[in-house]
DNA sequence: AAATAGCGCTAACAATTGTTAGTATTTTAT
DNA sequence: ATAAAATACTAACAATTGTTAGCGCTATTT
């Protein structure tokens, strides 16, 4: 069988990766076998391991990758000065929106499938998402005190943004799609408009 | 080993899908084998097949039980005369977010593991599922041209609503919870004032 | 009391799982 | 051209999978 196609600026390993991306999302991470992605892969499932040290570690790939891209742009974000909280929450939603488009596989993967990590991934994933839940909290608690945001809880908030973003998986395989940045507007009007205290 | 005790009112059968929407939720469908369950049941893996027929089929009647129950839902919601597609709006999440508290187990599986159904069952529950969301998409549409709702993309909002609704499962896992009636208050909120048409 | 049906057990099955060892082949570096 | 490094292959492994067969105990019905 022939090599392991690479595109430009990418390892083999990162074809592997990409692969199963796909599958995991498809199929879930369980459900999925190296005979599987194997051949999706167009090589033999023995093949795999000079390029990746075991299935879990495909999952690790994926979901640190894409936990460590959200927590940096939240930190920029939080950190840009003169930012209203509204501003601030709309640029976290447009910044999933987008991500969940342009990295759709890889995204939705690991909001779905992380719970199969291993310990110490599991773990350390946990605390991650945590701290990344309660960063977007503090937003809405200081619109909330600067009068931007109406008094509810914080914690509830980010629960349906994050959740509400995280739907777009069934736009994406709807057939008659919107534009992408419709979508997003809606998404985010939607969510914002429910948020911003009425005067 | 002793028999399985099954409550007032419930078979056998009714204790075993019952322990397995705990595991499938907690693991998965695929991650969870039938050892597994039996183990939970209190007995072993084969006594489990004088109940039910199959893995698949307990998963079959974990998601069409579900389906069913908020089919009839919505049915009656939009026969009920004299209601503003706000109100049964509403009327939609409440249940959602009711059948979230209170089913809690069967509803996050019927909704995250329903793909791993089998020919004819996954096709049908494709299309139920897809018939439910258009229903909701009617109401919204309706609404919109009510001059109730602001003229947003309905599927979009359709997926905001239920993709939400099926955060709780964080709220599920949250130590500090709030009570049930005012997340329901707060998600209600949230959500509906994001539609309703400012004045 | 006898017959029947319900339900648990052990043992086993074929298939599939992730992974490793060892070897051959192809690409890259010298 | 030769040596070295990558990377593919085949074959096999032990473990786990869902499921069935067959047997025996126990509760229910006759």
């Known amino acids: 069988m022939?090599?392991?196609k690479r595109n430009r600026n990418g390892t083999r390993k990162d074809v592997?990766?990409?692969?199963a991306a796909k599958l995991f999302r498809?199929?879930?991470?369980s459900a999925t076998s190296m005979r599987d992605l194997a051949e999706h892969v167009g090589v033999e499932a023995a093949s795999l391991y000079n390029h990746i040290s075991s299935k879990a570690e495909i999952l690790q790939e994926i979901c640190f990758k894409t936990a460590n891209n959200f927590m940096s742009h939240i930190e920029e974000v939080d950190a840009t000065p003169n930012k209203t909280a509204i501003?601030?929450?709309q640029a976290i939603l447009r910044f999933h929106i987008k991500q969940m488009l342009d990295n759709y596989e890889e995204v939705y993967v690991s909001d779905r499938e992380w719970k199969h990590l291993t310990d110490p991934y599991l773990s350390n994933m946990q605390s991650q998402r945590r701290a990344y839940r309660q960063r977007i909290a503090s937003v809405i608690e200081e619109g909330?005190?600067?009068g931007e945001i109406k008094p509810i809880d914080a914690p509830t908030a980010v629960l349906i943004m994050l959740h509400a973003v995280?739907?777009?998986e069934s736009w994406h395989r709807s057939k008659k799609k919107i534009p992408g940045e419709l979508l997003e507007d809606n998404?985010?009007?939607i969510l914002v408009d429910g948020l911003?205290?009425?005067v």
């Open 2 to 4: 022939a090599k392991i």
């Open 16 to 19: 592997i990766i990409a692969k």
């Open 26 to 29: 498809e199929k879930g991470f």
């Open 87 to 89: 501003e601030k929450i």
């Open 144 to 146: 909330i005190r600067k």
């Open 166 to 168: 995280s739907g777009i």
């Open 187 to 189: 998404m985010v009007q």
């Open 196 to 198: 911003r205290k009425q």
